[in-house]
């Protein structure tokens, strides 16, 4: 674990060559209306679409946000009744498809890795990658800023199996709940309700949405190994729409396309839902190798099973597959399905 290091948030912003590329694109969407940016409704997807708007009204492009509530906005209960986080995507989808929007912008951690992208449409940019880390916030007036300080049968919530599961592999005499619901409101009902001692949430979201002030501790990968496509913006549209396709790419940010690659290929050999206790990390090494590490928990962290490899970047959706297959090789399937041998 490592105590918080307050960082400067460096806001993406176009390349030397992508901007003078722009210039052309200016011309070419001169006489269209305003691009629509299809997004979820909730303030850290709205944060997310204001954040590419940006960067194209930069470009000259004139961009309009159209948010779209999801019937996983509306969903009460566990996303895993209602099939998961691909939830967030359908109606979004539907609303590219039918062309009432443009593009749309995406978490890439909430795209599920079991099913294909709409027929015709690509993910045709990421943004560059923001923290991948997994924070503690603690309630106010709490006596603890540590993990490792919290006694025994301390309540923790979260969102995510994934770390539910990391929680109690790491502190298994810790109670973890299941917590949903935007992250604003998870956080009032922490101080509100008392019934939590603190949350776990992912510090990217929270600097998106200007709460990251209440983070008293990054909890390093190495223990809480993030959501394959952590700390990602995903850019998808129709391939059809070749100009829009073009500008768009120069958004794209290539050691991020390369980590996606890799993470969402192991997820996608694993065929993992966003809601299965799945976690994945690419970086690079210092000496320019691309390494993967992939984990598979039982829901309660009793079990799990774990692989990192290391391959050249351009490999890394093979990297992906070769990691999946180890994690499959080791039993990961039966504790996806939850009957680990």
Not at 305 to 331: C, H, I, M, T
């Amino acid at each position: 674990m490592s105590t918080l290091v307050p960082t400067t948030h460096t806001r993406t912003a176009l390349a030397p060559t992508a901007a003078a590329a722009a210039e052309y694109f200016t011309e070419v969407f001169a006489d269209r209306p305003a691009l629509r940016l299809g997004t979820r409704s909730s303030p850290m997807a709205l944060a997310q679409a204001h954040l590419v708007r940006d960067l194209l009204q930069e470009a000259g492009v004139q961009v309009r946000i159209v948010p779209i509530e999801t019937s996983g906005d509306r969903w009460a209960g566990d996303l895993a009744e209602l099939g998961g986080k691909g939830q967030f995507m359908k109606e979004i989808d539907r609303h590219l498809l039918l062309g009432a929007v443009d593009f749309a912008v995406h978490a890439v951690k909430d795209i599920p890795g079991d099913v294909p992208l709409s027929k015709g449409t690509t993910l045709v940019a990421y943004l560059p990658r923001e923290e991948v880390e997994d924070v503690l916030v603690v309630r106010e007036g709490s006596a603890y800023t540590r993990l490792e300080e919290m006694p025994p049968g301390t309540r923790i919530g979260t969102s995510a199996v994934r770390r539910k599961a990391q929680l109690l592999k790491y502190r298994p005499d810790l109670h973890v709940d299941r917590i949903r619901g935007l992250v604003g409101h998870r956080i009032a009902r922490l101080d509100s309700e008392k019934r939590w001692e603190a949350l776990v949430l992912n510090m990217a979201g929270l600097r998106r949405i200007r709460m990251e002030h209440r983070a008293v501790q990054v909890i390093r990968p190495e223990v809480m190994c993030p959501a394959v496509g952590s700390g990602v913006i995903g850019i998808q549209c129709k391939t059809g729409d070749t100009d829009l396709v073009e500008l768009l790419r120069l958004l794209d940010d290539a050691d991020t396309r390369t980590w996606v690659s890799a993470e969402r290929t192991m997820l996608h050999g694993l065929q993992g839902r966003c809601n299965s206790p799945i976690a994945g990390h690419a970086t690079f090494t210092a000496d320019g190798q691309l390494s993967l590490r992939g984990m598979v928990f039982s829901r309660e962290g009793g079990t799990f099973v774990y692989s990192q490899e290391w391959d050249r970047p351009e490999n890394a959706a093979e990297l992906g597959a070769w990691v999946a297959a180890n994690l499959l090789r080791k039993g990961a399937r039966g504790i996806i399905a939850g009957n680990p041998q």
